[in-house]
T-cell receptor, first 116, second 109 residues
């Protein structure tokens, strides 16, 4: 199956700083990637759809200025949490279909963000 | 809007007993339903999807459009089935995958 890799796996940052999370498709090209947020013992909440070469589509209630998404190439999407606060601490997961037109999602291993 | 509901957060059964994880959905268009599984310390992965109509690891799920359900079933649970299970819906119109709340399945020896 297709492989999606996230980096870093975990990060600790200070309040007020920004942190960037990368999502890469290792063996396929992804015109679309999805970013999810998972609170402890809760489901995955879709934050936004990242589109290569164009603006991301954000879900209702997600602050686009807070969570900046850039999809500059067919293998890389980045999520930048700007001016992070403790309430932004969470598990962030990206996924992508494999580019064949199939709708199966392949997931990254997730990034644990802790804001102190 | 597309919505997926998994009414049970936790489900615990004994090894060898039947298992049913419930999933109901709401979507105005033609949905594509999936079950994803997350084993301990592993990433989410596809378990099965309704269009393939196959059994994976002994699990099956039938799409019931009348009841808008996609329940996951296995006749005889095994300890290695303990995991977090998520029902998900891909909406052709919206082109996105939305998840239910998840059910943590624990198989007791």
């Amino acid at each position: 199956g297709a492989v999606v890799s996230q980096h870093p796996s975990w990060v600790i940052c200070k309040s007020g700083t920004s942190v960037k999370i990368e999502c890469r498709s290792l063996d396929f090209q992804a015109t679309t990637m999805f970013w999810y947020r998972q609170f402890p013992k809760q489901s995955l909440m879709l934050m936004a759809t990242s589109n290569e070469g164009s603006k991301a589509t954000y879900e209702q209630g997600v602050e686009k200025d807070k969570f900046l998404i850039n999809h500059a190439s067919l293998t890389l999407s980045t999520l930048t949490v700007t001016s992070a606060h403790p309430e932004d601490s969470s598990f962030y997961i990206c996924s992508a279909p494999d580019g064949t037109g199939d709708t199966e999602a392949f997931f990254g291993q997730g990034t644990r963000l802790t804001v102190v | 809007a597309q919505r997926v509901t998994q009414p049970e957060k936790l489900l615990s059964v004994f090894k060898g007993a039947p298992v049913e994880l419930k999933c109901n959905y709401s979507y105005s268009g033609s949905p594509e339903l999936f079950w994803y599984v997350q084993y301990s310390r592993q990433r989410l992965q596809l378990l099965l999807r309704h269009i393939s109509r196959e059994s994976i690891k002994g699990f099956t799920a039938d799409l019931n459009k009348g009841e808008t359900s996609f329940h996951l079933k296995k006749p005889f649970a095994q300890e290695e089935d303990s995991a977090m299970y998520y029902c998900a819906l891909w909406g052709q119109g919206a082109q996105k995958l939305v998840f239910g709340q998840g059910t943590r399945l624990t198989i007791n020896p």
